[in-house]
């Protein structure tokens, strides 16, 4: 008598939970934009130190003259004679004029952002906060302004009112403050909808009151970064109309006009125009790494105060 034995059915295999959950995957991102964020604020801190410090001490720096010159070492190369960059075409020591014409583009510079953001911060908060016919008149000087050729109206305004630091400080700062504006309303426009903003206003805070005291200082911190960006645009558009004739007239020294005397030398003096040159990409891309960075930690900061 044969006995039959039924088998038990395979217990179902049980796979092995993973352990890269979406919340180590959330770490892991977040832990990678803050390496990138740390790597670009140090890189673009070492390439801004390396431009700004010397020029901000190049009056204490052991270097020649700017304006001495030496037709008998004209269009030396560099590290020749103790010219760190060489000479220009009259003698003239290049890296004693790199600092101090990088003096005038940089105040130039840091002039137009600060005149410029204070127009856009100001403006764009009026158009943002109080709205209706402000709204409409100053958004539509802003598209009006963003509309035209940017160097052709920097170049038509030189040409009426001169070359003069303070006009082309102006014609800078003028250029560059709808960007601002832009960024600030709408920023504004999110701010003015939150609660405290009712608040106040229950309270019988007068409306310039708010802005003043409670809006702008809320909106300031993100349209800085903008206004630090625009740093290195603001020198860039001084180097154009220094190269085009257009800049500050001598005895000023820029970028701009250091390449623009250099041109015609390109081909047997080039680090008369390569140096300079390498200066300006040096602080732009410094600055604009700069901005990145802070514009990163900004919005890590933001997302992990949204999680809580």
């Given at each position: 008598m044969?006995?039959?034995?039924?088998?038990?059915?395979?217990a179902?295999?049980?796979s092995?939970?993973s352990?890269v959950?979406?919340?180590v995957?959330?770490k892991?991102?977040?832990?990678?934009?803050?390496?990138s964020a740390?790597?670009?604020?140090?890189m673009?801190?070492?390439?801004?130190l390396?431009?700004?410090?010397?020029i901000?001490?190049?009056s204490?720096?052991?270097?020649?003259?700017?304006?001495?010159q030496d037709?008998?070492?004209?269009?030396?190369?560099?590290?020749?004679d103790?010219?760190l960059?060489?000479t220009?075409?009259l003698?003239?020591?290049?890296?004693?004029?790199?600092?101090?014409?990088?003096q005038?583009?940089l105040?130039?510079g840091?002039?137009?952002?600060?005149?410029s953001?204070a127009?856009?911060?100001?403006l764009?908060?009026?158009?943002g906060?109080y709205g209706k016919?402000a709204?409409?008149?100053?958004?539509?000087v802003?598209?009006?302004?963003m509309?035209l050729?940017l160097l052709m109206?920097?170049?038509?305004?030189?040409a009426?009112?001169?070359?003069s630091?303070?006009v082309?400080t102006g014609?800078?700062?003028?250029?560059?403050?709808p960007?601002?504006?832009?960024?600030?309303?709408?920023?504004?426009?999110?701010e003015r909808?939150?609660p405290?903003i009712?608040?106040?206003?229950?309270?019988?805070?007068?409306?310039l009151?708010i802005l003043?005291?409670?809006?702008?200082?809320?909106?300031?911190?993100?349209?800085?970064?903008?206004?630090?960006?625009?740093?290195a645009q603001?020198v860039l558009l001084?180097?154009?109309?220094?190269f085009?004739?257009?800049?500050?007239q001598?005895p000023?020294?820029?970028?701009?006009?250091l390449?623009?005397?250099?041109q015609?030398y390109?081909t047997?003096?080039w680090?008369m125009?390569?140096?300079?040159?390498l200066f300006?990409?040096?602080?732009?891309v410094g600055?604009?790494?700069?901005?990145?960075?802070?514009?990163?930690?900004n919005?890590?900061?933001?997302?992990?105060?949204d999680g809580?």
């Open positions: 044969s006995i039959t034995t039924q088998s038990s059915p395979p179902p295999s049980v092995p939970r352990a959950t979406p919340q995957l959330k892991s991102d977040a832990s990678r934009r803050a390496r740390r790597i670009k604020l140090w673009g801190a070492i390439l801004t390396l431009v700004v410090l010397p901000a001490l190049a204490f720096l052991p270097i020649a003259d700017p304006n001495m037709l008998g070492s004209r269009r030396l190369p560099p590290l020749v103790g010219h960059f060489g220009d075409q003698g003239r020591d290049l890296f004693s004029r790199v600092l101090f014409g990088g005038t583009s105040m130039i840091v002039l137009a952002v600060v005149v953001g127009i856009g911060v100001i764009g908060s009026i158009a906060f016919w709204d409409v008149i100053i958004s539509r802003l598209e009006a302004q509309s050729p109206m920097l170049l038509l305004v030189v009426l009112f001169g070359p630091i303070p082309i014609v800078i700062a003028i250029a560059q403050w960007e601002v504006a832009r960024l600030t309303r709408s920023l504004v426009l999110v909808e939150k405290y009712a608040a106040a206003k229950t309270l019988g805070l007068p409306k009151s003043v005291k409670h809006v702008i200082p809320n909106v300031f911190k993100q349209a800085s970064l903008v206004i630090l960006l625009l740093l603001a001084e180097s154009a109309l220094s085009l004739g257009a800049g500050p001598r000023f020294s820029t970028w701009g006009r390449i623009s005397d250099g015609d390109i047997t003096s680090w125009v390569t140096l300079p040159g300006i990409v040096v602080l732009v600055v604009n790494l700069l901005g990145d960075a802070l514009r990163d930690g919005l890590r900061r933001k997302s992990r105060k809580k």
